[in-house]
């Protein structure tokens, strides 16, 4: 008998591909020798709808980045949610772990409503400039979690497995074990071993919303994805719809089977915004009697939010840019929350960053690093620099010609190099020449400045065994730091560096001798 492929096994496919395409952009976000990133590793934000809504709302301005989002929009006014049901990485996985969970095909729990009252705080938030959309984006929670724990966990678990192989194993095994780790290194492991903060509680989330599968299908997609719920509004104006427009009556097969749950339970009216067009019902039907075709839009069945529920999730959306505003974080900035090179405005920055966690994972120095609540709740999972893990590579650009919203700047590299992060500041009390008299030169011979931004003067001290003596004691030259962070890197104390970087404007610092 002839194989024919039914529209289901197009969708795989175009699942599969569009899977292989976002970790293919995925890898290549990693640092792979050269500065320039030849195409957009971040298509998939630029095609998020609600990263362009949002971002938009927050920062009142159009941003050019995320023109491709009209696209998927104009694809979902024609065809309906296709993204969500033929794109969609996120929506493709929770697909690949039903196979494992098997969740119940009729669920009990019902929160169809939920998507579109989140859907409301997240648009009303931004409105008021407090951008909330990396707590629930599809993409940023997807990617986050990947970059953070997945990632990283593969990359040890692999390296130390022929790690270990190489140490101990006869040497005749590193002839075939050698090849196979080549391979791997050169096209499924990172660049090198990462390390991030909030790795476990990125992972917690994901794992978190593959264990929802347990309550049913694709319960995230249906329930509380409101990138689902933006697309499902446009698809109310498709016309490529499902004919007929109810399952058949007592039929075992649509309703009780669609992943969507798409189907009203008591008149098994299909509520088309729902659908995401995975064609199982069109291949399942033992009668052949549904289908999808280009037709006037009908069955019209209305979103009901409920008043209550509207005002509700508006007025929270109001509420908690208020909230933001009032925290104390706002009046009392973290003194080393260090943002990347070109950043210069908190709140436009906030506004912008989707926290996707590409510039964390492109970091070349494994440097940039999840905040936690150092800029307050809003500003939770958005980049910031921390020396003493790493520091930003003074020829490196990539932060900026990652980020899909314009939040980082792409900036040249000449003016790149003379973008402020921060100023670096002496602890006499624990910089060597200082606090023992004994000479140290590590900081000054990293600064990577043309003009070095650290520098010395002579000084006669008495050392611990009470005997004078002529050191070198270095000083920070504030109009030419950059707040790099190297100097703290290389620091070789134990423990906390001697020289910290700080946000501290320049020529405010206000320290005294031995200070920057």
Known sequence: MKYRPTTRTFRKLSQLLFLILFFVLFRKTDYSGSDTLPYAVNLFFRWDPLVAATVTLAARKVILLLLPSLFVILLTVVMGRVFC???????????LLDKGIHPPGNPSVRLRKMKYLVLIVLLVSSLFSLQLIGFLDPFSLLVRGAAFSIDPMFNWLTTGFFDTIYSHAPAFADRVTEPVYSVLKNGLLPFRQSFYFLSTLSLMILIAIGAMEKLGKRFWCRNLCPLGALLALFSRW????????????????????CRMNAFDPDNGKLHHEECNL????????????PRFAFTRRNN?????????AFVGSALAGMALPVAAKVGAISRVPHPLLLRPPGVKNETDFLSLCVRCGECMKACIENALQPC??????QGMFSPRLVPRLGYCEFNCTLCGQVCPTGAIPKLLLPAKQKAIIGIAVFDVNRC?????????MVCEEHCPTSKKAILFRDKTVMNRKGEELVVKQPYVVEELCIGCGICENKCPLPGASAIRVLTASKGTSGYSDGYG
């Open 85 to 95: 049901g033929w794109v969609c990485p996120m929506g493709t996985l929770l697909d």
């Open 238 to 257: 498709s016309f490529f719809r499902r004919i007929p427009t109810a399952s058949c009556r007592n039929c075992p097969q649509c309703a009780p089977n």
């Open 278 to 289: 995975c064609m199982d019902c069109v291949d399942d039907c033992l009668n052949q009697s």
């Open 300 to 308: 019209h069945v209305p979103v009901d939010l409920g008043r209550r």
């Open 372 to 377: 936690f609540f150092e800029s307050g709740y």
């Open 432 to 440: 060597l020449p200082y606090a023992n008299g004994i000479p140290c």
